[in-house]
């Protein structure tokens, strides 16, 4: 039994040894793709129901989860008009419960009307609204609390990767989330360099698997070995259906984070890159 247990060990080792990089390691990984739509501060009920009605009419990959990050104000009107089984995300959320925070939504709220994720730490939050590590990690732990899913967002700026601080600043970010985050299964990581948010500008499909076979190491040797083995990571910034099928083969890019073209019919082909 030992001797057959080990032979088994041993040829799956030599497996993944041999044809991890060509065969799509990822597909092999156990971990589902997951795409997310974040729609940013655009939309209308209109085009709202547009999307809404592409979303359901179009098929979708069954092997892939899909959610999508609505503006707040349209949320219950977004979940009545998507397919049951496309995830819904607030774009925000804030560290408690309920109180005098005028403006702010609480994931108790997000998720009263039907959500069951929040998008948290988005460069823009993080450069427009000043939000620190420290802030974005206790509104991780309190979502992850209150039982809402996380997409819980890193990224460099331009300045840090020609610094060469790429891997120091996407460290410092997961430090934060580790902080305070003790369980990672309701927790997806969205890799987004800045500099290709909104840009045009997509980091290489090898520059994206870099940095995410960084943070798979990082995990590894910070959180642990099942973590860095299940926790799934997007990338994000600039993806469109143009790009997006060379990026998903990347062995440590399980799913993507996608503004603009996740406004548009296209959203569909990237949903479907891995197919
Ligand atoms: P983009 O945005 O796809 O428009 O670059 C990505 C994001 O900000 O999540």
């Known amino acids: 039994m030992k001797v057959r247990r080990r032979l088994v060990q041993q040829t799956s080792r030599w497996f993944y040894a041999n044809f991890s990089t060509d065969c799509n390691e990822s597909n092999m990984s156990g971990r589902k793709f997951c795409v997310g739509g974040n729609w940013k501060m655009n939309g209308d009920q209109k085009s709202i129901a547009d999307i809404c009605k592409t ?3 179009a098929p979708l990959d069954p092997n892939t ?21 496309v995830g819904l995300a607030g774009q925000n959320a804030y560290k408690v419960e309920k109180g005098a925070f005028t403006g702010e939504i609480s994931p108790a709220m997000l998720k009263d009307i039907g959500a069951d ?7 823009e939050r993080r450069a427009i609204f000043k939000e620190s590590d420290e802030l974005i ?29 790429t891997n120091e ?20 990581v969205a890799y987004e360099p800045v500099w290709a948010i909104g840009t045009g500008k997509t980091a290489t499909p ?11 190491q990082w995990l590894s040797d910070n959180i642990s070995k099942d973590v860095s083995a299940s926790l799934r990571i997007q990338y994000g910034g600039s993806v469109t259906a143009a790009n997006a099928k060379e990026l998903a083969k990347k062995p440590d890019i399980d799913g993507f984070l996608v503004g603009g073209a996740s406004l548009k019919p296209e959203f569909v082909e990237i949903i479907n890159a891995r197919q």
Not at 80 to 85: G, Q, Y
Not at 172 to 185: E, L
């Open 137 to 165: 990690a206790e509104k991780a732990q309190h979502a992850l609390d209150q039982g809402l899913k996380v997409i819980a967002c890193i990224g460099e700026t331009l300045e840090e990767r020609e610094a060469g601080k």
């Open 206 to 216: 090898d520059q994206a698997q870099e940095v995410h076979a960084f943070l798979r």
């Open 55 to 57: 979303l359901s009419s």
């Open 65 to 85: 989860e899909v959610v999508i990050g609505c503006p707040a104000i349209y949320l219950m009107y977004a979940r009545n008009l998507l397919p049951c089984e």
């Open 117 to 123: 994720w929040v998008i948290l730490g988005h460069s």
């Open 169 to 188: 600043v996407v460290a410092r970010q997961m430090c934060a989330y580790a902080q305070k985050i003790k369980d990672w299964q309701n927790v997806v």
